[in-house]
């Protein structure tokens, strides 16, 4: 079975930079992956930032970029603001199959 | 304005059936994948499966097949996911979400909590 793996937990100080990252199981993410990313915060439902590597969606913050690097895609949250703290997911598309990421719990601190 | 709509939380005893609904609204509802995602308590998300409302046609990820079933109704706008059994594994809560294409998700339910309990 397919695994799509992320960063447990990430911190960053207000205005910093981080870098979130998403692996597959089954070798280097491509951008024929269609990496999506998702923002949930507490008692609130998943919220789509990201699709197709680094495509924003209308209400996607400027902030928040993504890409590929190395053998994974990326979430880039540049100067980083309190209301980011939340966890993300990204997905992979596997043909016509889609895998999620475990999640990456980003406090800021 | 795109919009989908989950039906209410449920609490059901184990060993009963369950159809939870997802009703799509501001757009040709047959022409998107409707996916669905379960969240266990303090748990990441985990896809389930997608319909094609256009076609029905429907696609389960390997760890639900056979414990769900997907299903649409075009003429209500509306797409389901149902159990037979319910166990109380089947706690979470549990999002529908717009897919555009086979690259992007884009609009998310706001989800139904289902809690199945003796």
């Known amino acids: 079975q397919t695994v799509v793996t992320q960063e447990p937990s990430l911190t960053v100080s207000p205005g910093g930079t981080v870098t979130l990252t998403c692996a597959s199981s089954t070798g280097a993410v491509t951008s024929s992956y269609h990496p999506n990313w998702f923002q949930q915060k507490p008692g609130q439902a998943p919220r789509s930032l990201i699709y197709s590597t680094n495509n924003k969606h209308s209400w996607t913050p400027a902030r928040f970029s993504g890409s590929l690097l190395g053998d994974k895609a990326a979430l880039i949250v540049s100067g980083v603001q309190p209301e980011d703290e939340a966890d993300y997911y990204c997905l992979l598309y596997y043909g016509g199959a889609q895998v999620l990421g475990g999640g990456t719990k980003l406090t800021v601190l | 304005e795109v919009q989908l709509v989950q039906s209410g939380a449920e609490v059901k005893k184990p060993g009963e059936s369950l159809k939870i609904s997802c009703k799509g609204a501001g757009y040709k509802f047959s022409d998107r994948w409707i996916g669905w995602v379960r969240q266990m308590p303090g748990k990441g998300l985990e896809w389930m499966g997608s319909?094609?409302?256009?076609?029905?046609?429907?696609r389960y990820s390997p760890s639900f097949q056979g414990q769900i079933t997907i299903s649409a109704d075009r003429s209500i706008s509306t797409v389901f996911l149902q159990w037979s059994s319910l166990k109380a594994s089947d706690s979470a809560m549990y999002y529908c979400?717009?897919?555009?294409?086979?690259?992007?998700?884009?609009?998310w339910g706001q989800g139904t909590l289902v809690t199945v309990s003796s």
């Open positions: 979400a717009r897919q555009v294409a086979s690259n992007l998700i884009d609009y």
């Open positions: 319909i094609y409302p256009g076609d029905s046609d429907t």
